[in-house]
């Protein structure tokens, strides 16, 4: 294995594995993501077959004896009452079916509360705002599942346009880039402890028993096996890296535990970041702010509007109460009450700022639609137009309109905008409103988040609710953490009894040859680190490791020529990418290209710079355990290269 990995034949080879590892590691995401593109969207009529057979399936658990009344409760106000849904309403019963998920979920029915989240997907799928619902169904309203929340985030941000401001975006990216980055860096230094201490954590894992009281190979299949137990709990895949890491700290150095240690405390603070972020969008702590989300989605209950109205009569009136208000009121038919609403945003100076002015002249059309009146729905989607050109809601909305007007040029014309600024939703509102009505065609621009996120931040009673509400989250998603925790300080006082009773020791890998330096088997050098034939050659060469004294001398002989900075900056940065490539300046300035272009994606707004998440096939990240897998041999293939140039 040795001769194999520093020869350059098979350095080349080693090469060659890593790029099929990394080029499998694609595939596996490609093929994820067009598995997932190949469900098709569900129409008004799939729609309620859907909830059809949701309805029977909970029907059955009704005879079986087990009780969903929740399911029953939802399904049966939904049947009762969205049956007959337009264009506006099908996110609505994408809403529905997520909150019913959640609660099949919490119900421990977690197969009929997948099926009800792929079908809101597929009910709404280009809606921004059922991303964030499903990220929240992922942060515990259903399951604690951060990685799948992640993914919904940056889903919501592609598909949000002009409601969606800078700090938003920032925060969402940045959390996305620490938990993908953290998981890779945790899978790739799992991968790398494994391959340097398994020898050692092996040996000294037959120790614990007795000779001869189990087959050896049992024994390795069981030590193998343990730390791969958190699995059979449902535990993701970077809990079992991080039991590896723990496990082969006792053989790991002081750097290694730090950077493990670093990476877990990233990882375990990310719930609480996630729910932070979540609370501040969804915010259960604010009733008031609760109420506008539930209205934006479409779900909302008589004593949120209690709330709403009642917030109304404060003055001045906060604009996204009175904007949620005139969107019930539309909903329910009060046209007139409706229209007062739209008056006192209309008087309101703050509203007289884009992304407020396009939002509240876009409804107001939508209001004259439903009275009848063309021509006055016309000129308030004109000037939300002239507001912003931006929305692709107004655009199809006034495609509509001089449709109904029978100017089917400006219609079309209009129509092309539309699908010019986003083909897909277009494509989707098309499909859905076909043989409605134009009152049920049209569709509305939801309550802009920055209204939103100012609430939670400059309110300070508020911003202390939602704090405390996400602290809350953060110990509920951290409750596996605490049982782990517990175990971890379990299994410690086991190997603290054997160690007390002379069962276990702790070997040390030689810093030579790589072999176990175990005081039960060798007789112990006087240096720690080299096991007994290491040392008496290392005595023999004068008390100095040749391999040392070599690296040494080319290492000062590169620092006086003063080429090769960048690559050993590199290889602190990226391991082995430096020696790799022989410490090239093109390293460094690589670096900096890709640290620019990262700083690029957290700032850019929507539409530029937005990362691709791969998709994950069978719920199992394939593709980056791949990547780690390939990264990993790149970094085993640079290093032999470096210490190769001094072999050779």
Not at 167 to 187: C, E
Request: charged residues 15%.
């Amino acid at each position: 294995m040795r001769l194999f990995l520093f020869s350059a034949a098979g350095r080349q080879r080693w090469a060659c594995i890593a790029a099929l590892m990394l080029a499998l590691g694609a595939g596996f995401s490609g093929r994820a993501q067009e598995e997932a593109a190949a469900a098709p969207p569900l129409t008004d009529a799939a729609a309620r077959a859907a909830i059809e057979q949701a309805w029977d399936a909970a029907r059955e658990t009704v005879v079986s004896g087990r009780d969903p009344s929740a399911l029953e409760q939802n399904l049966a106000s939904l049947r009762q009452s969205q049956w007959e849904a337009g264009i506006r309403d099908l996110p609505l019963i994408a809403a529905a079916l997520i909150r019913t998920a959640a609660d099949q979920a919490r119900k421990g029915q977690t197969s009929s509360a997948e099926r009800l989240l792929d079908w809101s997907r597929r009910l709404a799928p280009h809606q921004a705002d059922f991303h964030l619902a499903r990220a929240c169904y992922w942060l515990g309203a259903g399951k604690m599942d951060p990685a799948a929340a992640g993914r919904e985030y940056l889903q919501f941000l592609r598909k949000s346009r002009q409601d969606f401001d800078w700090s938003l975006r920032f925060l969402a990216r940045l959390l996305w880039i620490v938990l993908w980055t953290g998981w890779v860096a945790l899978s790739v230094l799992a991968l790398a402890l494994l391959a340097r201490y398994l020898r050692v954590y092996m040996h000294d894992f037959h120790h614990l028993f007795p000779a001869g009281f189990l087959p050896r190979g049992l024994i390795t299949a069981l030590g193998l096996v343990l730390p791969l137990v958190p699995l059979m709990f449902g535990a993701p895949l970077w809990v079992v890296a991080g039991v590896w890491i723990a496990v082969l700290s006792l053989y790991s150095r002081t750097s290694e535990r730090v950077i493990a240690l670093a990476l877990l405390a990233a990882i375990g603070g990310l719930p609480y970041l996630h729910a932070l972020y979540a609370h501040l969008l969804a915010a259960p702590a604010d009733p008031v702010l609760a109420a506008v989300l539930h209205v934006r989605r479409g779900v909302y209950s008589e004593a949120e509007v209690k709330a709403l109205l009642a917030e109304a009569a404060s003055d001045p009136a906060p604009l996204d109460v009175l904007l949620a208000l005139a969107s019930v009121h539309e909903r329910q038919g009060r046209i007139e009450e409706a229209g007062k609403d739209f008056q006192r945003l209309l008087a309101d100076t703050r509203s007289q700022s884009s992304p407020y002015q396009e939002v509240i002249y876009n409804n107001l059309g939508n209001l004259w639609v439903t009275a009848g009146d063309h021509r006055q729905a016309l000129a308030s989607y004109k000037a939300a137009a002239l507001a912003n050109p931006l929305p692709v809601e107004v655009a199809y909305n006034l495609s509509q309109v001089y449709r109904a007007l029978l100017d089917m040029a400006q219609g079309d014309s209009w129509n092309n905008r539309a699908a010019a600024i986003d083909s897909a939703r277009v494509d989707e509102w098309g499909e859905a409103s076909t043989g409605l009505p134009l009152a049920r065609r049209v569709v509305q621009i939801p309550i802009p988040l920055p209204l939103l996120w100012a609430r939670a931040l400059l309110d300070t009673p508020r911003a202390e609710a939602v704090r405390q509400a996400s602290w809350r989250e953060w110990a509920r998603g951290m409750s596996f953490w605490v049982f782990s925790l517990v175990l971890v300080a379990a299994g410690l006082g086991v190997v603290l009894g054997w160690s007390l009773a002379g069962r276990l020791t702790v070997s040390r890998p030689c810093t030579s040859c790589g072999q176990p330096v175990c005081p039960r088997c060798h007789h112990l050098s006087k240096d720690p680190n080299l096991c007994s034939p290491c040392y008496h050659v290392f005595r023999a060469q004068g008390g100095i490791d040749p391999r040392v004294k070599l690296v040494r001398k080319a290492y000062a002989r590169r620092f006086q020529e003063g080429w090769h900075t960048a690559g050993l900056l590199a290889s602190v940065l990226v391991p082995g990418s430096g020696h790799l490539l022989q410490g090239s300046t093109g390293i460094g300035i690589a670096l900096l290209l890709l640290a620019s272009g990262w700083i690029a994606a957290l700032l850019a707004p929507a539409g530029v710079w937005r990362p691709e998440v791969p998709a994950l096939a069978d719920g199992l990240p394939w593709g980056w355990l791949a990547a780690a897998a390939g990264y990993l041999v790149l970094v085993m293939v640079g290093t032999a290269s470096y210490v190769a140039q001094f072999r050779d």
